[in-house]
C-alpha cells in the first residue's frame, strides 16, 4: 500500500499537558474531519508523562505520532523538530493547552491554499479576543507586540501569537536561520524570510483549563536578544551590545554610589602611599566598588544567563571580574597615555578633540578586552 501525504501536519509542542492534551486531540480530529491530517506531538520528556498519555492514544490512531525529546528542551526547538519529521504541505502550530481554538484550521489551510505563505491566528483581528487575561499580562504582552513593531518592519497586529500556519516551503527557506531558543518562533519565521505573504484570522483565546503557563522571567530576557538578534544579528553580537548597555548602567551606578559617599560623609584615608595624592575620598572607591557589583551581577543574570553562576561560585566569579576590571583600568590608562602623550591625535588640531579622543579609544580599548576576558574566562563555559 503505498502511503499519502496529508496535506496539514498540526504540530503540537507539549511540557506537562497531561490533563489538556487527551482533549484537544478529541477536539481536533472533530475540527479535522473534512481535511487530511497528521498530528505530531513533540514532548520534551514531561515530568507528567504527557508522552506516555500521547503514546497510548497513538497506538490507536494512526494519524498521531508522538516524539518524546530526552536531551533537547525548548518550545522553538520543539515546533522545528516536529517540522523536521512532518510530512504534510502545510505545518500547523497550537499551545495544547486548549488555549488556541481548533475550529480555525481548515480556514488556515484553505486561506494557504489560496495563495498565502504564512496565516496568524490572531487575538487582534476581527472576530478574535485576547479573553481574560490579567493586567500583567496583557501589559507584557502590549510591550512585546510594541517592540516588535518598531524593530522589525511588521504588518501583523499579533506578532506573539502562538497559533499559525505556514507552507512546507517558507519552513525549508528559512529553517537553517532560525533560532532555537526561545519563545517567538513566528516571530522568528516573520523576521528571517523578506516578502512573506500573510494573513490574519481572528480567534478568540481561551483560558487555560488545567496546568500552568512556561512562560517565566527569562523569557523575558531572550526575547529582547532574539529582537536584537533578528534586527541587528548580522552586524553586532547580541551579547556585547548586552555588555556594553550594561557597562552604561555601571556609570550610573558609579555615580549615585559618589554621591551618597558624599553625602554621607565618608571619610578620607590617609594612604601615606603618595604625597600628592592626599587623603582618598574613600567615596570614589565605594562608587567603583558598587559598579563593579552590580555590573558582575547584571552580566551573570542577563549577558550570560544560559551559563550564570549560583551559589558559592557567584563569589569566584566576582574575583575575576574584580581582577579583569582591574586589567581594563591599566588598559584604559597606557592607551589613553600612549596616545595622547605621544599626541597620536595632534592632528586633529583641537587640544580637546585629541584629549577626549584619547580617552575615548582608551575606553573602547578596555571595554573590548574586558568583554572578551570576562567571555573567556568569568564565564568560560560560555557559547553564542
Ligand atoms: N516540547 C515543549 N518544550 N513544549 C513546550 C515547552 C518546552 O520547553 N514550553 C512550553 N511548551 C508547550 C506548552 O505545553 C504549550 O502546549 C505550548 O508549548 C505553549 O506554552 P504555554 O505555557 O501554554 O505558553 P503561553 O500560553 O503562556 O504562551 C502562549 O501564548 C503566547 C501569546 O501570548 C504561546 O503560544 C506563545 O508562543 C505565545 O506567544
Ligand atoms: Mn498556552
Redesign the pocket.
Known amino acids: 500500500m503505498t502511503r499519502i501525504r496529508p496535506t496539514l501536519s498540526v504540530i503540537?509542542?507539549?511540557?506537562?499537558?497531561s490533563s489538556n492534551l487527551p482533549i484537544l486531540l478529541g477536539k481536533l480530529k472533530t475540527a479535522l474531519s473534512e481535511v487530511s491530517h497528521e498530528i505530531l506531538v513533540?514532548?520534551?520528556n514531561s515530568p507528567d508523562r504527557t508522552w506516555e498519555i500521547a503514546e497510548e492514544i497513538a497506538t490507536k490512531d494512526d494519524s498521531i505520532r508522538v516524539i518524546r525529546?530526552i536531551t533537547d528542551?525548548?518550545?522553538s526547538s520543539?515546533v522545528i523538530t516536529g517540522m523536521e519529521v512532518a510530512e504534510g504541505e502545510i505545518f500547523a502550530v497550537m499551545?495544547?493547552?486548549l488555549?488556541h481554538d481548533e475550529a480555525l484550521l481548515p480556514r488556515m489551510v484553505q486561506t494557504l491554499q489560496g495563495g498565502y505563505d504564512l496565516v496568524v491566528g490572531s487575538r487582534a483581528e476581527e472576530g478574535g479576543s485576547y479573553g481574560q487575561w490579567s493586567r500583567r499580562r496583557r501589559f507584557i504582552?502590549w510591550v512585546a507586540t510594541f517592540l516588535a513593531r518598531l524593530f522589525l518592519p511588521l504588518e501583523i497586529k499579533d506578532p506573539?501569537?502562538?497559533?499559525f500556519a505556514l507552507k512546507r516551503d517558507v519552513f525549508e527557506k528559512s529553517a537553517n536561520r532560525i533560532n532555537p531558543r526561545g519563545?517567538?518562533?513566528l516571530l522568528e519565521f516573520i523576521g528571517r524570510t523578506p516578502g512573506l505573504k500573510m494573513r490574519e484570522l481572528g480567534y478568540h483565546f481561551r483560558n487555560?483549563q488545567h496546568g500552568e503557563?512556561?512562560?517565566s522571567g527569562s523569557v523575558v530576557r531572550n526575547y529582547l536578544v532574539a529582537l536584537f538578534d533578528l534586527r541587528f544579528g548580522h552586524y553586532l553580537s547580541s551579547t556585547f551590545a548586552m555588555y556594553v548597555s550594561v557597562g552604561a548602567t555601571g556609570i550610573i551606578v558609579n555615580s549615585l554610589g559618589f554621591y551618597v559617599g558624599e553625602a554621607l560623609d565618608f571619610p578620607r584615608v590617609d594612604t601615606g602611599l603618595l604625597d600628592a595624592l592626599g587623603p582618598v575620598h574613600l567615596s570614589v572607591p565605594f562608587g567603583y566598588q558598587l559598579a563593579i557589583i552590580s555590573n558582575y551581577l547584571l552580566n551573570n543574570y542577563l549577558t550570560f544567563f544560559e551559563v550564570r553562576h549560583r551559589g558559592l561560585d557567584i563569589l569566584k566569579g566576582l574575583i575575576y571580574f574584580e581582577l579583569i576590571s582591574l586589567l581594563g583600568l591599566f588598559v584604559q590608562v597606557s592607551v589613553f597615555q600612549l596616545l595622547y602623550t605621544n599626541g597620536f591625535l595632534d592632528a586633529l588640531e583641537s587640544e580637546a578633540l585629541s584629549k577626549y579622543g584619547s580617552y575615548a579609544i582608551g575606553l573602547a580599548a578596555a571595554t573590548v578586552s574586558n568583554y572578551f576576558l570576562n567571555k573567556n574566562f568569568t564565564w568560560k563555559d560560555f557559547r553564542p
Not at 503540537?12 to 499537558?17: D, M, Q, R
Open positions: 503540537l509542542p507539549t511540557y506537562n499537558e513533540v514532548d520534551d525529546r528542551r525548548g518550545l520543539a499551545d495544547a493547552d488555549q504582552s506573539m501569537s502562538g497559533f519563545f517567538k518562533i487555560r503557563t512556561k512562560l
